[in-house]
């Protein structure tokens, strides 16, 4: 079984930072994508940035490219997800997911964490 851990949330104002970290339980690469997405109240989940195991290619969904950014930490099995120019629009719950397919629709992932939540105020 594969846990996913969240941390990192936090409440900001508009044009702040903030760095979100998700712990793997095992080797990261033995699954083909792990990434980050995100809920606001009242709207469908959505993909915001993910790596691509095999590859070691990040993918970003158009809101956040320039503003966020992944990296990961191998030997610790970590992927953060900073962020920076904070928007209002960017409040949600952020949730870390595991999967074996490569895509940023939520749907397929298998394995979720528990959510770390993002307030941005204006």
């Not at 009242?42 to 590859?55: F, H, I, N």
């Not at 900073?82 to 949600?92: F, G, R, S, V």
Request: aromatic residues 12%; proline residues 4%.
């Amino acid at each position: 079984q594969l846990r996913l851990v969240e941390s990192g949330g936090d409440s900001v104002q508009a044009g702040g930072s903030l760095r979100l970290s998700c712990t793997v339980s095992r080797n990261m690469y033995t699954v083909n994508s792990i990434g980050w997405f995100r809920q606001a109240p009242g709207k469908e989940r959505e993909g915001v940035a993910r790596l691509d195991t095999p590859s070691d290619y990040y993918y970003y969904t158009a809101s956040v490219k320039g503003r966020f950014t992944l990296s990961q930490d191998t030997a610790k099995d970590i992927l953060y997800l900073h962020m920076n120019n904070l928007q209002p629009e960017d409040t949600a719950m952020y949730y870390c997911a595991a999967g074996s397919i490569a895509t940023l629709d939520p749907t397929p992932y298998s394995y979720w964490g528990q959510g770390t939540q993002v307030t941005v105020s204006s």
